[in-house]
Structures are given as structure tokens and as C-alpha cells.
């Protein structure tokens, strides 16, 4: 498994099907796999960061190994960088739905945690089928919005929450 994300994780920052800077993706830091994480359990966000490693991204790492998702696979539904305001278009969703559909065929997740409301929505619309597959989809703030909003210990408990969640689900 990790060497076919290896290999998809190569033919992403290759593309330029949208025109926009290089692809971004969760680095393996800090004993956290990120983008090459083979567990069952996937944490998505809508589009990559900036590529700047900021407090925020700390905060989410930090919560994932000490909540025990060192191994979970990290990615976005779009996988081109951007400015932080600027908004996903349509084609910039078709042109990487490809790759995010050869990400779920990898990792066959059996959960699967929105970062945030939008990509929460995103992925109901996209990926329908995936929840008469008995796929578990769960919701939790984008590490970003604790991080800005100084909401740290409350992201904390709601990490928490969700582990048990996911925990209770598989038992």
C-alpha cells in the first residue's frame, strides 16, 4: 500500500491540469505518516494549505498522534496549492476527484473525518456511494479555525470524542 501512495503521491505533484502552483501535501513529520498513512481512517480537508508549517498544523499533528491516528492518511479533496481566500472551482474539483477516487481505492477507509462544514458537504455530494458502503463519515473544525479562534483545548476534547466515536464503531 505505501508504494502505490508513494507512486500517487508523485503523479499529484506533477500535475498541472489547473494551472496553479505545486500540489501541497501532508508531510510525514513529527512520527505522523501524513500523506503516506495506510490506516483505515482518512482526515480530509477541502483544499491543501499554503505549504507553510504554522502553528495550526502543529496543533493537528500533536492531537493526531496523541489521540493514536499516527498512521491515519491525511490528504485534501483538491490538491493544488492556492492563495488562502481563493475559491475551488468546479474543474479544479473534477481534475483532482480522479486522484482523491485512486486515494479511496488505496486506503478502502472505513472511516473517513471532514475537516470542517464545507469539506464535510463536499464530500456528501461527491461521494455518495460510499455511504451505502457502510463508510463511516465523521466531522470535526478544521485544525485552522481552533488554531485562529483560540479554541485549542476545545479542538482537544472534540479529538477526543471522536476517537472514542471511531473506536466504538469498530468494536
Keep these: 500500500m505505501s508504494k502505490a501512495l508513494s507512486d500517487l503521491k508523485k ?3 506533477k500535475c498541472r491540469k489547473c494551472k496553479n502552483p505545486a500540489p501541497w501535501s501532508f508531510p510525514k513529520r513529527n512520527n505522523v505518516a501524513g500523506v503516506l498513512g495506510d490506516s483505515d481512517i482518512m482526515f480530509v ?3 491543501p494549505s499554503t505549504g507553510e508549517w504554522d502553528k495550526a498544523n502543529e496543533l493537528f499533528y500533536d492531537l493526531l498522534r496523541n489521540n493514536g491516528f499516527e498512521r491515519a492518511h491525511l490528504t ?3 490538491k493544488c496549492g492556492r492563495k488562502v481566500k481563493q475559491k475551488i472551482s468546479l474543474e479544479e474539483i473534477r481534475n483532482c476527484l480522479v486522484y482523491f477516487e485512486r486515494e479511496l481505492a488505496i486506503i478502502r477507509p472505513r472511516a473517513i473525518v ?3 462544514n464545507k469539506t464535510h ?3 456528501q455530494g461527491l461521494l455518495p456511494a ?3 458502503q457502510d463508510v463511516q463519515l465523521e466531522k470535526i473544525w478544521h485544525y485552522s479555525y481552533a488554531s485562529r479562534f483560540k479554541k485549542e483545548e476545545e479542538y482537544e476534547a472534540r479529538f477526543r470524542e471522536l476517537k472514542r466515536k471511531l473506536d466504538r464503531k469498530v468494536k
Excluded: N, S, Y
Design 11 to 13: 503523479e499529484i505533484e
Design 45 to 47: 480537508g477541502d483544499r
Design 76 to 78: 485534501d479533496i483538491t
Design 114 to 116: 471532514a475537516l470542517g
Design 121 to 123: 458537504t463536499m464530500l
Design 130 to 132: 460510499l455511504w451505502k
